[in-house]
């Protein structure tokens, strides 16, 4: 299996940065896509940002020009740069990853880090 550890989270001000980081371990050759979702209270986890086994990323439109989704060649860390934030972008960020284990694609996530944007 793999296992996924978050970290970079904060409080920063509307208009400052930070710059996500998942580590990466366990069965990471098997690694397929690599992503970043949120989720606030009382709603859904959603995408945020992914990088496919290919190195195309996808972004949700609230998050693009601002968020940049990026990893490692060994699949073992993905980052998530975030510019310009906004209050709007508070939430738990979690990492993600499916890899192909034991016959099939199978997710994994992250415990979750915290991003508040506040002045």
């Known amino acids: 299996q793999v296992q996924l550890v978050e970290s970079g989270g904060g409080l920063v001000q509307p208009g400052g940065s930070l710059r996500l980081s998942c580590a990466a371990s366990?069965?990471?050759?098997?690694?397929?896509?690599m992503g970043w979702y949120r989720q606030v209270p009382g709603a859904q986890r959603t995408l945020v940002a992914r990088?496919?086994?290919?190195?195309?990323?996808n972004y949700v439109e609230s998050v693009k020009g601002r968020f940049t989704i990026s990893r490692n060649n060994a699949k073992t860390a993905v980052y998530l740069q975030m510019d310009s934030l906004k209050p709007e972008d508070t939430a738990i960020y979690y990492c993600?990853?499916?890899?192909?284990?034991?016959?099939?694609?199978?997710?994994?996530w992250g415990q979750g880090t915290q991003v508040a944007v506040s002045s």
């Open positions: 993600n990853v499916d890899a192909y284990i034991s016959g099939s694609f199978r997710d994994y």
């Open positions: 366990g069965s990471t050759a098997r690694i397929n896509t």
């Open positions: 990088i496919s086994e290919s190195g195309v990323t």
